[in-house]
């Protein structure tokens, strides 16, 4: 009896779980890759800003530690669609239906995952090397600008993958990609070229994940 009761509450489970996908399987997948690519995002233009004006060394170590949550947040992301994929696996009628979506947010994760490695890097590399001199330093304010067009395209990026990232209204216009062409730094600053060298090399590697596109060395 016991053997037949177990076979089949095993039956019940599977059409069950063949005709209805569990409701919270999809939503907490959805929000924790907007989250990750909108937080991603900030920490970009926030760089950018923190690289344009006289900051505190508070104000840097905060920026810094912002990055480094970014790890959680993406190994929770990767756990929450992976527990997607499961709930689907045994899915026969719905399966089909969402199967799109969870390899679209996963190849988008696996850009992410570039992304949050390079963002750590550089807010460290900013905490590390930051000087006043740099509030001044030309090669500086255009690698700020940059770090503000790639949060603003990555906003793009993730919305246009069907999520949302986008913490504040943007006019019609801001809706299309601004990032320029990879920095090339024509006479680095004598007193912040490894940071200079650093942030480019990163910019551009950054901005191929974004774009899509493959820049030359």
């Not at 209805?20 to 907007?34: R, S, W």
């Not at 503000?148 to 990555?154: A, E, F, T």
């Not at 480019?200 to 820049?215: A, F, K, P, Q």
């Amino acid at each position: 009896v016991r053997i037949l009761e177990t076979i089949l509450g095993a039956v019940i489970g599977i059409i069950i779980n063949a005709v209805i996908v569990p409701p919270v399987a999809l939503t907490p997948a959805k929000t924790a890759v907007a989250t990750l690519g909108g937080d991603i995002a900030q920490l970009l233009e926030d760089m950018g800003a923190v690289l344009s004006r006289r900051t505190s060394p508070e104000v840097l170590d905060t920026l810094y530690w912002r990055a480094r949550g970014l790890r959680a947040e993406l190994n929770a992301a990767l756990d929450r669609v992976n527990a997607l994929s499961e709930s689907l696996r045994f899915n026969m009628i719905r399966r089909n239906k969402h199967r799109p979506a969870v390899d679209q947010m996963s190849a988008l994760l696996a850009r992410l995952a570039v992304l949050t490695t390079r963002t750590i890097g550089m807010a460290r590399g900013v905490r590390d090397h930051y000087d006043e001199s740099l509030v001044s330093d030309t090669n500086i304010a255009e690698i700020a600008d940059e770090l503000k067009r790639s949060g603003h395209d990555l906003r793009i990026v993730v919305r246009d993958n069907g999520l949302d990232a986008m913490t504040a209204p943007h006019p019609e216009t801001q809706d299309m990609p601004t990032l320029t062409q990879p920095i090339r730094l024509s006479r680095p600053s004598s007193k912040n070229w490894v940071l200079e060298g650093f942030l480019v090399e990163n910019l551009r590697l950054v901005n191929e994940e974004i774009t899509g596109i493959l820049t030359e060395e």
